[in-house]
Nanobody, 125 residues
Framework: QVQLVESGGGLVQAGGSLRLSCAAS????????MGWFRQAPGKEREFVAR????????YYADSVKGRFTISRDNAKTAVYLQMNSLKPEDTAIYYC??????????????????WGQGTQVTVSS
């Protein structure tokens, strides 16, 4: 069982930066791949980024590649999403998720077993 709690969301102007954190409980955190997803009003939840257990392999959605960076600290059982050059279209609720498999990009919601409650990110123009 893994419990996830996101933090770090807020209101930022276009071009600004935010760093999201996801604190995980559970002794087996380092066995899970971790992902970030987001959901804008009226839209489906979409993949943002993923990092495998070792932290050495990452995947990104094309829309955030080069602007967002996912990282993890297994000792602190935490995963992070550094978001730079934010755009109004990045506005959404951001969720972290845990996946026991280490299979590839895993860009779909159903591939993740555990979810946090989400944190709101609003980017003003």
């Amino acid at each position: 069982q893994v419990q996830l709690v996101e933090s770090g969301g807020g209101l930022v102007q276009a071009g600004g930066s935010l760093r999201l954190s996801c604190a995980a409980s559970g002794r087996t955190f380092n066995r899970y791949a971790m992902g970030w997803f987001r959901q804008a009003p009226g839209k489906e939840r979409e993949f943002v980024a993923r990092i495998l257990w070792s932290g050495g392999t990452t995947y990104y959605a094309d829309s955030v590649k080069g602007r967002f960076t996912i990282s993890r600290d297994n000792a602190k059982t935490a995963v992070y999403l550094q978001m730079n050059s934010l755009k109004p279209e990045d506005t959404a609720i951001y969720y972290c998720a845990a996946d026991r498999s280490q299979n590839g990009p895993a860009r779909f919601v159903y591939e993740y077993e555990y979810w946090g409650q989400g944190t709101q990110v609003t980017v003003s123009s």
